[in-house]
């Protein structure tokens, strides 16, 4: 059975795709590898952004496994404006997913995004892969697995956080690991 762990990165100091991890986040990265001490993991796939990067690399390093960078796991980009009310715009794009702001992508075109990479590792020969993404972007892969999972699990996630998913006779399931 193939499994592939979601991770959303460690504690950061902002949202800029160069934003670097806190000293909690360093902290975190190095727990999150001993999390996998016993977890076979074959591949790892991450966002570009520095954060993901770098909450993985403690594992990579420790397995031995290259990094492989995927531009389709940045974060959602709500809008390009600065928006003072972006978390009620937010709420909005999980009732509606195809609401889409100024310079942003819908709901639904970022599910788009991480679905692809989901069924690619899904349709590889590859048992245990390891996803690191955003929060955003996590939380609708997991709406799209599951239409109950909405703004509040995206509000309720942690820095970070693992779900596993797996899929048996085509049908995904996930599952939080992390708590």
Known sequence: M????IIRH?????????AQLTDI??????????????IKIDRIISSPYKRAIQSIQPLAKRLNVEIEVDRQLTERILSTKNLPDWFEKLRATFEDTKLKFEGGESSQEAMKRIVK???????SDI????IVTHGNLLSLLLNYINKDFGFDDWQ????????????????????????
């Open 25 to 38: 986040g360093l902290k975190q990265a190095i727990d999150l590898s001993g999390f996998f001490s016993d």
């Open 2 to 5: 193939k499994k592939i762990y």
């Open 117 to 123: 990479v989901v069924e690619k590792v899904f349709n």
């Open 10 to 18: 460690c504690e950061a100091e902002g949202q800029p795709s160069e």
């Open 156 to 179: 309720n996630l942690s820095n970070p956080d693992v779900f596993l998913l797996k899929k048996e006779s085509n049908i995904v399931t996930y599952e939080r690991l992390w708590k």
């Open 127 to 130: 048992e245990n892969t390891i």
